[in-house]
């Protein structure tokens, strides 16, 4: 549901933003109340309501209503992240961002206000005595229990449409079918089957949850999750804050490529798609909105030291097919909510986490790829929650010893990997 997603996301942006330790803005202390109290208010209303379009082929207006409207929140609050980051100011008096925000919260309060209101209506209906005549009609209890033998008859009945004739068969793995387990044998990657997998992409469609560009773009794009099938068209869908390189087998990709400056409310960029498709991307970094980065590296891509400045950054998966180690500046350690850090192929080379200025990564989970690095006690202190530790050609003084530091550190058992290339 795309309406309750979009509610969930702008509560996270503000909950990132309070507990942040170097936050790029500040929001009124009262409009994070008012915008707290009405999505809970929302997200409590799409948790018991039925769309009267949910078995048409039609997104519910309401729903799509409310998602615009929080859609436009986030919009306000990460476009003035861009421009304080970009102007080099932490605290700034904006009477303008106050005033734009001020607008979206109302909008999200009419919303709640038509809704409460329609809510009492329904209330008011139910409490109206039924007539006698219906009295002896079998009905389904409020309360029943999901499950029970009287709703399965009902719903075997709605799905067969009171036809003898037509059978339902249950399809083993509809809830996922496991393709491939972890060292620690748990499910690492798991497959859907072809019939749910069309009904999540009819779904995706009708609630415009993406939208797929093959050659030509539209003359206007408003999906917020782009999927791309050749690269040219990058510059070409400034709204959208997802956007996924599934490029064709028949594509070719020559020449440099760079994200559109219009990009700058991107969240996800996914472009490691095959070896045959390498970017500079030097202006990735101004993306300072950026959670996902994901990209195929040209030989001359060098990172940048205001790498720093992506303060939302969860994953940064790298690939390169050319024969080169990647150095990372030592702003990297300050990414307070990197939680994947991966270089594919070759090796990236980490700066020692040391000095006064570098905080601990406490979000970090895996770091793979990492070559010629100095494994001790402080790093693993700076890293404390890293469960995935990868490495190529590190100085370790003793892997054994390392684990157990970190087990006694933390209380987990850390996988670390060793290999001598």
Not at 48 to 67: F, G, K, Q, V, W
Request: proline share 3%; with cysteine; charged share 25%.
């Amino acid at each position: 549901m795309a309406a309750y997603g979009a509610l969930v996301s702008l509560m996270h942006i503000i909950d990132t933003l309070e507990k942040h330790p170097s936050p790029p803005i500040s929001i009124d202390t009262k409009q994070v109340q008012s915008i707290t109290q009405i999505v809970t208010s929302l997200q409590e209303f799409l948790d018991s309501y039925t769309s009267p379009l949910a078995d048409s082929h039609e997104a519910d207006p309401l729903e799509r209503r409310i998602a615009d409207a929080v859609y436009a929140a986030e919009d306000v609050i990460e476009s003035h992240i861009v421009d304080q980051i970009q102007s080099g100011s932490t605290v700034v008096e904006d009477h303008d961002f106050y005033q734009n925000l001020q607008k979206v919260i109302e909008e999200m309060n009419l919303i709640n206000q038509e809704v409460m209101k329609s809510i009492e209506v329904e209330a008011q209906i139910k409490q109206k005595p039924v007539a006698a005549s219906t009295s002896s009609s079998p009905t389904v209890k409020e309360n029943v229990i999901v499950g029970s033998e009287e709703v399965f008859l009902e719903v075997l009945d709605k799905l067969t449409g009171y036809k003898l004739d037509r059978q339902i068969i249950p399809i083993t793995g509809m809830g996922g079918i496991v393709d491939e387990l972890g060292s620690t044998g748990n499910v690492k990657y798991c497959k859907i089957h072809d019939l749910l997998r069309d009904l999540c992409l009819k779904e995706a469609e009708k609630e415009r949850f993406y939208h797929v560009i093959s050659d030509v773009p539209p003359a206007s794009i408003s999906e917020r999750r782009v999927v791309l099938k050749t690269g040219g068209l990058v510059g070409s869908v400034s709204r959208a804050r997802s956007i996924i390189c599934d490029y064709d087998k028949g594509a070719r990709e020559d020449g440099e490529v760079l994200l559109s400056r219009d990009l700058r409310l991107l969240r996800t960029f996914n472009a490691c798609v095959s070896k045959r498709y390498a970017y500079f991307l030097e202006n990735v970094f101004e993306m300072v909105n950026l959670r996902y980065l994901a990209i195929g590296i040209h030989d001359e891509f060098r990172f940048s030291s205001s790498i720093d400045l992506l303060w939302n950054l969860h994953t940064l998966i790298i690939y390169s097919i050319y024969r080169h180690k990647l150095v990372v500046p030592n702003e990297i350690w300050k990414l307070h909510q990197l939680r994947h850090l991966e270089f594919r192929v070759l090796g990236l080379i980490l700066p020692d986490p040391s000095g006064s200025d570098i905080v601990v990564m406490e979000n970090l989970h895996t770091l793979k790829g990492v070559q010629d690095w100095n494994l001790n006690e402080e790093v693993v202190k700076r890293i404390p929650n890293t469960r995935k530790l990868h490495l190529t050609e590190a100085v370790v003084v003793s892997a054994k010893e390392i684990v157990e530091i970190h087990e006694d550190l933390y209380g987990e058992r850390l996988d670390l990997r060793v290999d001598d290339n």
